[in-house]
């Protein structure tokens, strides 16, 4: 089996204060990959770069404590691609891809933070300008390999995905161009939604993201926006996923999925 993980870490020195590496120390992942590290590349400590026998590569946005991505792997790739060619985006440390190419087959996981929306209409007109940027990346993966992304999507695609989706229609995260954006991903390039096509009908249970405000956490009001979204053949082999809530190392909760998969 192939066990691998998505975290938004809301910041990876406050996570590994919270118990993340202790807890990932137990989980026997061979892949992991993180969203918002929040850090620089000096800020990474021997123990954040490799922890528990995996090796580490990092996309640090330029600004400090913003953004930024990381992805561990115990098998060893045959090529890391930092950034998707984006001149905006680049810049904010949004895209680590780790290739594990054969002779005979091409694949990779990729860990990706899309931009939020909700701080300002600004950042939303960013974040759209993400998505158009990102499609035909996402085309021109799937014309060519196999494929695994993992991340922070910031996007709810159904009103299954979140738990006040009527009062949530104008806000960003669950605005109709966005969730058209992801019913293309599908429809149009053919790829899934891994967590979706094991669990169809989960609600409360499938959640990854709860605001900080009021009791969204002790209430279970929250939103399915952290996936594995993959192409059909891999999508096919996945087993099993769980989202683990026992413990709070974030505002999102890690995502993990297991495929009958070999790298």
């Known amino acids: 089996m192939l066990r691998i993980i998505t975290s938004n870490l809301n910041g ?3 996570a590994a204060n919270k118990g993340y590496f202790d807890w990932l120390g137990q989980q026997q992942a ?23 026998g995996l090796q580490g590569w990092f996309h640090c946005a330029e600004k400090k404590g913003y953004s930024g991505v990381g992805l561990y792997s115990r098998h060893a790739p045959s090529d890391v691609r ?33 931009p939020s929306g909700s701080s300002s209409q600004e950042r939303q007109q960013a974040k759209y300008r ?12 799937r014309a060519e390999r196999e494929f695994v992304l993992c991340g922070d999507v910031n996007i709810a695609h159904k009103e299954i995905d979140l738990k006040n989706w009527k009062s949530n229609q104008k806000n960003s995260g669950f605005l109709p161009e966005e969730r058209a954006w992801f019913t293309r991903v599908v429809d149009e390039i053919g790829l899934v939604d891994v967590y979706r096509r094991l669990y169809p009908d989960a609600t ?21 926006i952290d996936y594995h979204v993959a192409s059909p053949a891999v999508a096919e082999t996945a087993r099993a996923a769980s989202v683990y809530k026992a413990q709070r190392f974030s505002d999102h909760a890690p995502l993990t999925i297991e495929y009958d998969f070999t790298v």
Request: overall charge negative; some cysteine; hydrophobic content about 40%.
């Open 130 to 141: 993400f998505l158009d940027e990102f499609f035909p990346h996402l085309q021109r993966l």
């Open 82 to 114: 930092i950034g998707f060619g984006s001149a905006e985006f680049d810049a904010e440390g949004r895209y680590v891809e780790a290739r594990f190419d054969t002779p005979s087959r091409k694949f990779s996981v990729i860990s990706c933070y899309f």
């Open 12 to 14: 990876i020195r406050s």
């Open 204 to 224: 409360g249970e499938a959640y990854t993201w709860w605001s900080n405000r009021g009791q969204a956490w002790a209430n279970n009001v929250g939103w399915r």
């Open 30 to 52: 061979d892949i992991v990959c993180l969203q918002e590290i929040k850090a620089q590349d000096g800020d990474l400590t021997e123990a954040m770069r490799a922890p528990h």
